[in-house]
């Protein structure tokens, strides 16, 4: 039986989806305040957790943090359920390292959708042996979370982590926007493509040893992304 954790202050919220959850086969442990959220999430070691970004005592955003800071967390799923709907909050909560972003109101099938997919995806993750990706000079430990250039430790954010990973792991493949959108952010985002764009050139400035001249990931003109390590590229910036 697969855990959920779920973080709402809203009783009625709360309830409701406690039990179309147990309806559905999984079993649900929760808190309606933050204090104490992340000791309860490492006691109960979900496999995904529901979690309030506006908590009465508490950022959700700042516990999302937390998760990812700890080892024992890290790989967890996160799904958001907030009122805030803006383009904005939903890419700082995903950059943060949510796995989805649920605005409120919102059908509880849909949710109960959500959850399966990416509990699904854990369960995948978990599977496949852990690895070294490594290509032109950089080195990605997808266990650890770690990535290196040339040995030296590089600062990556989660979403940026799961494109880089995304791409390094099929290397010479072009990708669309709308390809990586849909495999990094999940089908059901609510981000422009335009998106990618941004998170390629914060990639490019931290992996690149010249961003304006990449000798890793490149741009197909009028596609999109691919990841090929190699001195030159015909193709032009999109």
């Not at 959920?4 to 309806?23: R, T, V, W």
């Not at 400035?205 to 000798?215: C, G, L, M, N």
Request: charge should be neutral; charged fraction near 30%; include cysteine.
């Amino acid at each position: 039986m697969k855990k959920i954790l779920l973080i709402e202050d809203d009783s009625d919220l709360f309830s409701l989806l406690k039990y179309n959850l147990e309806k559905e086969g999984f079993q649900l442990s929760g808190l309606q305040t933050g204090k104490g959220a992340i000791e309860l999430c490492r006691q109960v070691r979900p496999d995904l957790i529901l979690l309030d970004i506006m908590l009465p005592d508490s950022d959700g955003l700042d516990i999302c943090k937390g998760i990812r800071r700890d080892p024992e967390l890290a790989d967890t799923p996160v799904i958001f359920l907030t009122a805030r709907a803006s383009e904005t909050d939903r890419i700082v909560g995903l950059e943060l390292g949510a796995n989805d972003y649920v605005v409120k109101p919102f059908f509880v099938r849909e949710l109960i959708a959500r959850i399966k997919l990416q509990v699904r995806g854990a369960t995948r993750n978990q599977s496949t042996a852990a690895r070294v990706l490594e290509a032109g000079g950089l080195e990605v430990d997808t266990a650890s979370r770690q990535v290196r250039l040339n040995s030296r430790p590089l600062a990556l954010t989660a979403t940026e982590f799961r494109l880089l990973e995304f791409l390094m792991t099929r290397p010479g493949v072009v990708f669309s926007r709308e390809q990586l959108l849909n495999s990094v952010w999940g089908q059901d985002r609510a981000i422009t493509d335009r998106a990618v764009d941004v998170y390629v050139l914060r990639l490019r400035q931290k992996i690149e040893e010249d961003p304006a001249a990449p000798v890793l990931i490149h741009s197909v003109r009028g596609f999109g992304y691919t990841f090929e390590p190699r001195r030159a590229m015909a193709a032009m910036e999109v």
